[in-house]
């Protein structure tokens, strides 16, 4: 089995509570899923984050790796850092349907209303504090939705429909890192990039949005905060895209020495202590039987 991993080239948290709606965090080393008390009342306001991985690291692998049938999962760690969570809850994944910019803000460098201008994708734009792009929040393209009405507009745009949700259910006790399969949407986005194909067929990568069930119906309840390792983590722990696929080959011929039965002894005869992650490497793998 094939292993290929690849790294986002951008990603961001956005808020809505009041104070950081404009707030932007392109640079911060975690993802946000909070649920932030309200100032002057009992609300609950969400978090969401963004992450998108490049079309030409997409295009290579596709082009130049795979063979055969393949498989993709989203995978984010989180961190230690998790508190007041409920018994249970559900994250979803859906695709985004604009674009947007990263940004080079902290939260630290606005945790208040500061009137600081941001220069990145937030809740409610998603390019910067200037030029003011704002999400989509009605009239929106076949098969995309938002969520958020009235005076609460923003928070993203995202494609709905089978093959555009994903979810995965966490119990309080369990590991919190996501880890979903999303094969029909790396297939969406790669029928766009290779064959010009539109929605429903083809989307094109404008990343992801990763968020919590009813963050938004729910905003009278405390949902606690859940923390992830982002790209700009000084960990190992970046967000990562695993694709895989069977690239094994088999020796049928008469002259091969199949064993059924018994037991055999392997080892990797170049095996290194150490490894780059931007070389490739041959693994040479020996067999025989134990005795």
Same mark, same amino acid.
């Given at each position: 089995?094939?292993?290929? =991993?690849? *790294? ?9 509570? !009041? *104070? ?5 965090? $392109?640079?911060?080393? %975690? ?13 609950? /306001? !969400? ?11 997409? %295009? ?9 049938? =393949? ?15 409920? &018994? ?22 606005? !945790? ?12 409610? /734009? ?5 030029? &003011?792009?704002?999400?989509? +929040?009605?009239?929106?393209?076949? $098969? ?11 928070? $993203?745009?995202?494609? %709905? ?21 999303? +094969?029909?949407?790396?297939? #969406? ?11 429903? %067929? ?21 949902? $606690? ?13 970046? !967000?990562?895209?695993?694709? #895989? ?6 020796? +049928? ?39």
């Amino acid at each position: 089995m094939a292993y290929y =991993f690849l *790294y986002p080239e951008k990603d961001s948290t956005i808020y809505s509570h !009041p *104070y950081r709606q404009d707030l932007n965090t $392109g640079i911060v080393e %975690t993802l946000s899923l909070a649920s932030e008390k309200g100032i002057d009342n009992d609300l609950y /306001y !969400p978090s969401r984050f963004l992450i998108q991985f490049k079309d030409s690291e997409l %295009t290579s692998i596709i082009q130049n790796k795979i063979t055969g049938n =393949f498989s993709a999962s989203l995978i984010t760690y989180a961190t230690e850092f998790s508190q007041n969570l409920p &018994k249970t809850q559900i994250i979803e994944i859906y695709p985004i349907s604009q674009s947007w910019e990263s940004g080079t803000d902290r939260y630290l460098e606005r !945790p208040y209303n500061n009137k600081v201008v941001s220069n990145g994708v937030s809740w409610l /734009y998603t390019d910067d504090g200037t030029t &003011k792009t704002s999400w989509e +929040t009605s009239s929106f393209n076949s $098969g995309t939705t938002g969520s958020f009405s009235g005076s609460d507009k923003g928070g $993203g745009v995202w494609y %709905t429909g089978s093959g555009f949700e994903f979810s995965q259910s966490f119990d309080i006790t369990q590991n919190l890192d996501i880890d979903l399969n999303i +094969t029909s949407l790396i297939q #969406k986005y790669s029928s766009s990039l290779f064959a010009s194909q539109t929605y429903p %067929t083809g989307i094109p990568n404008n990343g992801i949005i990763i968020k919590r069930t009813n963050d938004v119906n729910n905003n009278t309840t405390d949902q $606690g905060e859940l923390k992830y390792f982002s790209l700009d983590t000084h960990t190992i722990f970046s !967000p990562t895209l695993a694709i #895989k696929w069977d690239d094994s080959s088999y020796i +049928t011929s008469s002259g091969a020495n199949i064993l059924t039965s018994g037991k055999i002894q392997l080892n990797i005869s170049n095996n290194k202590q150490e490894y780059r992650p931007s070389e490739e490497y041959t693994f040479r793998i020996n067999a025989r039987e134990q005795y």
